[in-house]
Nanobody, 115 residues
Framework: QVQLEESGGGLVQPGGSLRLSCAAS????????MGWHRQAPGKERELVAG???????DYADSVKGRFTVSRDNGKGTIHLQMDGLKPEDTAVYFCNALSTGHYYWGQGTQVTVSS
């Protein structure tokens, strides 16, 4: 079992920055992949960025060059540095982890980009 808890969401103006964090607890040594998804109102949940245990990263095309994902395997934490935020980045952001064939999800944190 793995539990995830996100933090760091909030309201920011266009062009601003936010840093999301996610802390995993439980069987950390079983986690193979951690990432961030987001879901905007009326839209499907989509991958934002992720990082595997060996450090390989994935990014959605819409966030490449603006967002940076990082992970501390030893502490079971993952961060998402979001720069150059746009109104279309507004969504609930979810942390997720792949462990022993199961995906675990956090409760989500709201990110709102608005002037």
């Amino acid at each position: 079992q793995v539990q995830l808890e996100e933090s760091g969401g909030g309201l920011v103006q266009p062009g601003g920055s936010l840093r999301l964090s996610c802390a995993a607890s439980g069987r950390l040594f079983t986690i193979m992949y951690m990432g961030w998804h987001r879901q905007a109102p009326g839209k499907e949940r989509e991958l934002v960025a992720g990082v595997s245990t060996d450090g390989r990263t994935d990014y959605a095309d819409s966030v490449k060059g603006r967002f940076t994902v990082s992970r501390d395997n030893g502490k079971g934490t993952i961060h998402l540095q979001m720069d150059g935020l746009k109104p279309e980045d507004t969504a609930v952001y979810f942390c997720n982890a792949l462990s022993t064939g199961h995906y675990y999800w956090g409760q989500g944190t709201q990110v709102t980009v608005s002037s």
